[in-house]
Nanobody, 127 residues
Framework: QVLPVESGGGLVQAGGSLRLSCAAG????????MGWFRQAPGKEREFVAT????????AIADSVKGRFTISRDNAKNTVYLQMNSLTAEETALYYC????????????????????WGQGTQVAVSS
């Protein structure tokens, strides 16, 4: 079992960058694929990025490809989301989630695939 806790959100101007972190307590962090999702006001939660257990494989939503990067440090039980060139439309609550896996794949894009969720960190982008 892991308990994701997000941090790093805040207010940024359009075109700016933020780096989100997700610390997942537990002794088996490397047994979990990790994902980032976001939910804007009045909208459904959407997939942003996911990374495999080892960090060797990633998948990124088309809407953020080329601007967002997901990475992880298993020694620190932490996954990161580097977000560049942010737009006002990306104002949302950003969630970190964990999915227990035995494979090295990283294509878990559905939120119902993830067992553990953080409380979210708010990102506000001003135009």
């Amino acid at each position: 079992q892991v308990l994701p806790v997000e941090s790093g959100g805040g207010l940024v101007q359009a075109g700016g960058s933020l780096r989100l972190s997700c610390a997942a307590g537990g002794r088996t962090f490397s047994s979990y694929a990790m994902g980032w999702f976001r939910q804007a006001p009045g909208k459904e939660r959407e997939f942003v990025a996911t990374i495999s257990r080892s960090g060797g494989n990633t998948a990124i939503a088309d809407s953020v490809k080329g601007r967002f990067t997901i990475s992880r440090d298993n020694a620190k039980n932490t996954v990161y989301l580097q977000m560049n060139s942010l737009t006002a439309e990306e104002t949302a609550l950003y969630y970190c989630a964990a999915h227990f896996v035995t494979l090295t794949a990283a294509n878990y894009r559905r939120d119902d695939e993830y067992e553990y969720w953080g409380q979210g960190t708010q990102v506000a982008v001003s135009s």
